[in-house]
């Protein structure tokens, strides 16, 4: 059973004890979280001094700064053993880095998590990303076309044996995963708070049926407040977590292109979805298009990408799991019969109007079809 050293908990300690004050420091986060902790105490110390003399507050600056020098001196087994203790009882696996479970790929940065916090299982973690693993981000507000396309690549790459890795923020985030939940669930969500909690909140339902055959995971402990900084730490993890990062909708200062420009730095291969140049969410793609990005139009570019042309074909779960009457429908769909009365008129009713909105609704729950407004039903991939 994987679990966590007592020298690694005091580096996740001292990282959650540092909170805000890491939102105060100027540079990539990653760097940041790539000191040793003397340095971070160091730092903590100088930002601090900075906010106390704006606010005429130094004796209590200073004691503050002793207090929490003799509490990393003095952090040992008992301390180490209450953060295993909250994480077991938040439903928590632990992985440090002195673990062989630990994922080999994070080791590759600049600071690479002192611990991992699991939801969902250590050996599913170790089994999503040994499989093979693509990360899919992009902007909180996309477009329809934007939520078609992460839905349709999560589902292709999930159903082609591949874990999704995203951060379950609204939008493309989400939808990624929502695709791959409906072929198969091969996904992995990284959060930037606590492991056991869905962030955002409003994502609840996601964060529970991810858990079902995925993985949640999070470099911060048991309560850990989501933070600026903690946001786009996250987004090192998504990038070294996977083979190859898609970025599918983003503006031009997108935090999806911060994902792309760390994976690049590992020397993991970018992917960019184009789209409308009139469309503020097709900046950031296009900017990596034009950086020399591979052009994904779907699973199988990326597919591609990462075997090789052809090496691997992208597989259909959800289709191949149809049967024969439910393929015509959906084939009716995308021929343009896209409402009931012209499903109807096409023959597609037959048995009666209860059984083709049965049939509607069974290719909704399969993810194939979505309806649209207006009542119109819209093929998804």
């Not at 986060?29 to 001094?49: F, K, M, N, T």
């Not at 700064?65 to 001196?73: F, I, N």
């Not at 296009?286 to 591979?294: C, M, P, Y």
């Amino acid at each position: 059973m994987p679990g966590a050293c007592d020298s690694c908990l005091r580096r996740t300690w001292l990282v959650g004890r540092l909170g805000g004050h890491l939102d105060h420091q100027r540079g990539p986060i990653d760097q940041i979280l790539g000191l040793e902790d003397r340095a971070l105490l160091a730092l903590w110390g100088a930002v601090a001094s900075k906010r106390a003399a704006r606010h005429r507050a130094g004796d209590r600056q200073a004691g503050e700064t002793v207090r929490l020098d003799r509490e990393y001196t003095r952090f040992g087994a008992g301390p180490a053993q209450a953060m295993r203790d909250r994480a077991a009882a938040a439903g928590l696996e632990l992985i440090c880095r002195c673990d062989a479970a630990y994922p080999a790929s994070l080791e590759l940065l600049q600071g690479p998590p002192a611990v991992l916090y699991v939801a969902g299982g250590s050996a599913r973690l170790r089994a999503l990303i040994e499989g093979g693993a693509v990360a899919v981000v992009g902007t909180r507000r996309p477009s329809a076309y934007g939520v078609e396309l992460a839905r349709r690549i999560g589902r292709g790459l999930s159903a082609s044996g591949l874990a999704v890795v995203s951060g379950m923020a609204a939008g493309i985030d989400a939808d990624a995963h929502r695709g791959a939940l409906a072929a198969g669930g091969r996904t992995v969500a990284v959060l930037p708070g606590c492991a056991s909690e869905p962030y955002p909140k409003a994502n609840r339902r996601l964060y529970g049926q991810i858990l079902e055959s995925g993985v949640a995971v999070s470099e911060l402990g048991v309560g850990a407040p989501v933070r600026r900084w903690s946001l786009l730490a996250r987004n090192r993890i998504i990038a070294a977590l996977a083979q190859f990062t898609l970025v599918v909708q983003g503006a031009g200062r997108s935090g999806a292109l911060t994902t792309a420009a760390l994976a690049a730095e590992l020397g993991r291969p970018v992917g960019a979805v184009p789209g409308s140049a009139l469309a503020p969410q097709s900046e950031g793609p296009h900017s990596l298009l034009r950086a020399g990005a591979v052009l994904v139009c779907g699973p199988q570019d990326v597919l591609d990408a990462v075997y090789g042309v052809g090496a691997r074909r992208a597989g259909d779960q959800a289709r191949a799991q149809l049967r024969p009457e439910q393929r015509l429908l959906l084939d009716a769909i995308a021929a343009g019969a896209d409402s009931v009365t012209a499903l109807e008129r096409r023959g597609g009713g037959e048995g009666g109007g209860g059984q083709l909105l049965v049939a509607l609704a069974e290719l909704e729950l399969a993810g194939c079809v979505r309806r649209a407004p207006g009542g119109r039903y819209v093929v998804c991939a």
